[in-house]
């Protein structure tokens, strides 16, 4: 068992910048990627951006060179920094762990993030 608790949304104008992080605690030692994905009302959870256990990462082109995911081992927690924000970037923020072993996604609660015009 995985959980994992995002933390840093809010309302931020566009142009603006926020970090969002997302705090894994459990058998993380199971863990093989994180990710952030992201929901608006009456629309499907999207990608936008995964890290994995080596290090790799992978971005939504809709986010590439304004966010960027990076992790902290030692905290067992991974963030997202988001740049140049844009009104279209407003959704629920929501961080999952991946075990690959189980094939088994643990999904935070979500943070909301507001981005104004």
């Known amino acids: 068992q995985v959980q994992v608790v995002e933390s840093g949304g809010g309302l931020v104008p566009a142009g603006g910048s926020l970090r969002l992080s997302c705090a894994a605690s459990g058998s993380i030692r199971n863990i093989n990627a994180m990710g952030w994905h992201r929901q608006t009302p009456g629309k499907q959870r999207e990608l936008v951006a995964i890290i994995t256990s080596g290090g790799s990462t992978n971005y939504a082109d809709s986010v590439k060179g304004r966010f960027t995911i990076s992790r902290d081992n030692a905290k067992n927690t991974v963030y997202l920094v988001m740049n140049s924000l844009k009104p279209e970037d407003t959704a629920v923020y929501y961080c999952?762990?991946?075990?690959?072993?189980?094939?088994?996604?643990?999904w935070g609660q979500g943070t909301q993030v507001t981005v104004s015009s």
């Open positions: 999952n762990a991946y075990i690959a072993r189980s094939g088994a996604y643990y």
